[in-house]
């Protein structure tokens, strides 16, 4: 079945400093998402992208879906303690149209800022 | 509007017994889905709900189970429950219609933390 892997599993950075995760699919996505779950809370959408090549901004956030659909990543610039958390790629795959409701995850990236 | 609301929060059962968790989704929502998740196995899909019909599934054993109402509140059952079902069981809603089968984001609730001793 459809695997996402997600690198790195743990990454710890000083505040100030960037941090990028990456998520491969072992299929080709019809879309991916990212998620943003907190110590103790529940995953919280962040973006969506759909299109091969596409790139996101949000403030210091940039999200990347790769050219044949099968990668993502995504980028924090300057990192801030309220950054703390795992953040998980989700994809979707439209296989027959039988992927209702259905998210993949990748295992998530813990990311810990140190003040 | 309110968010996904799912109770209870906390639950400890004993393994062999059966438990029932319950899900609320957003208002105008009527896909919902169900995650489990463990520190070992991150998130994973269990099923999928829309008009009280399951429209998909995971590789999950029988022993879980779920179901949606008229409404579309969404229950899920895990029957004769094993010390390896102790996980957050997520609840996800979203506007998903009848016939699109992905691109819109799920709204997760604060999940239920299920220990099975």
């Known amino acids: 079945g459809q695997q996402v892997m997600q690198i790195p599993q743990y990454q710890h950075v000083q505040e100030g400093e960037d941090f990028t995760t990456y998520c491969n699919s072992s299929?080709?996505?019809?879309?991916i998402q990212w998620y943003k779950q907190r110590p103790g809370g529940h995953p919280v959408f962040l973006i969506q992208l759909v299109k091969s090549g596409e790139v996101k901004k949000q403030k210091r956030l940039t999200f990347q879906f790769g050219e044949a659909k099968k990668n993502s990543s995504l980028h924090i610039t300057a990192t801030q303690t309220t950054d703390v958390g795992t953040y998980f790629c989700a994809g979707y795959t439209n296989a027959g149209g039988t992927s209702y409701g259905k998210l993949t995850f990748g295992q998530g990236t813990i990311l810990t800022v140190h003040p | 509007k309110a968010g996904v609301t799912q109770t209870p929060r906390y639950l400890i059962k004993t393994r062999g017994q059966q438990v029932t968790l319950s899900c609320s989704p957003i208002s105008g929502h009527r896909s919902v889905s169900w995650y489990q998740q463990t520190p070992g196995q991150g998130l994973q899909f269990l099923f999928e709900?829309?008009?009280?019909?399951?429209?998909n599934k995971g590789n999950f054993p029988g022993r879980f189970s779920g179901r949606q109402f008229s409404n579309s509140r969404s229950e899920m059952n895990v029957s004769t429950l094993e010390l390896g079902d102790s996980a957050l069981y997520l609840c996800a809603s979203s506007p998903l219609g009848r016939k699109s089968a992905a691109n819109t984001e799920a709204f997760f609730g604060q999940g239920t933390r299920l220990t099975v001793v």
């Open positions: 709900y829309f008009s009280e019909t399951q429209r």
């Open positions: 299929t080709t996505l019809s879309n």
